[in-house]
């Protein structure tokens, strides 16, 4: 059984969480990494790049140079995906998925994994800086659902599954065109660390692009942005 990581990382906004991405994901049997850098400025990933080249001898980088939009995100997941074999785990920098057990052992028994997401935040603010001195884990002690009960953000998340498997989403599968159901009691935990420091100006840049590339005709939810930034804007 072959598995293999698949990641995105911005590094502009998320560099601070790949050490605590690695340190995470080394402990696992994952045969190969995949990691996209993402950027929308000429900046070099050089950090990102360093700190990901201590994960797994065998690692392969994809440089996305332009705005970030979701449709576009899974486009390039599909696209790649198309290319390996065997089986993807799939982990945006600011989730650490907690297994019970391998999840190539848990495979044996399910053709996929599916997670649920649940906010980590720090202990007496909305958001903090990430520093490399202490886990997320420490950082971050509070777990809840906040983005599910206060932003009506879907929280499944596909986190293993066949590459025979299609991304309709971030959250949603499909199989030869028919929408896969993968929510389960085997579901595990995604410990989600979205609420950093950069989590206001991302969200504000997200809420300008999608909003403009509305008005040009291209349908992405600009709306679940705004409701952060209104959220974040009464917390400061």
């Known amino acids: 059984m072959k598995l293999n990581l698949l990641n995105i990382t911005s590094t502009k906004y998320d560099a601070d969480l790949v050490p605590h991405f690695v340190e995470?994901?080394?402990?696992?049997?994952?045969?190969?990494w995949h990691v996209i850098l993402h950027r929308d400025e000429n900046v070099e990933p050089h950090e990102a790049r360093k700190n990901f080249r201590s994960a797994h001898p065998s690692i392969k980088f994809y440089e996305w140079n332009d705005m970030f939009l979701s449709t576009e995100k899974i486009k390039l997941f599909n696209s790649i995906i198309k290319k390996l074999d065997g089986y993807i785990l799939l982990a945006d920098i600011d989730e650490l998925q907690i297994w019970p057990q391998e999840p190539k052992d848990m495979l044996r028994d399910q053709p996929i994994v599916g997670g649920w997401l649940k906010d980590r935040t720090p202990m007496n603010n909305l958001y903090s800086k990430v520093t490399q001195d202490d886990s997320l884990?420490?950082?971050?002690?509070v777990s809840s659902t906040l983005s599910r009960d206060l932003f009506k953000m879907y929280t499944h998340k596909p986190c293993v599954f066949h590459k025979s498997y299609k991304l309709v989403n971030s959250h949603d599968l499909e199989l030869y065109n028919n929408p896969v159901y993968y929510q389960d009691k085997n579901m595990i935990d995604i410990a989600h660390f979205r609420w950093t420091d950069t989590r206001l100006p991302k969200t504000e840049k997200?809420?300008?692009?999608?909003?403009?590339?509305n008005k040009q005709?291209?349908?992405?939810?600009?709306?679940?942005?705004?409701?952060?930034?209104?959220?974040l804007k009464v917390e400061r």
Request: charged share 35%; no cysteine; proline share 3%.
């Open 24 to 32: 995470h994901y080394k402990q696992f049997d994952i045969d190969e």
């Open 137 to 141: 884990f420490n950082q971050f002690p």
């Open 206 to 213: 997200r809420y300008t692009d999608y909003k403009e590339k």
């Open 217 to 231: 005709g291209v349908a992405l939810n600009w709306k679940e942005s705004e409701k952060i930034l209104n959220y």
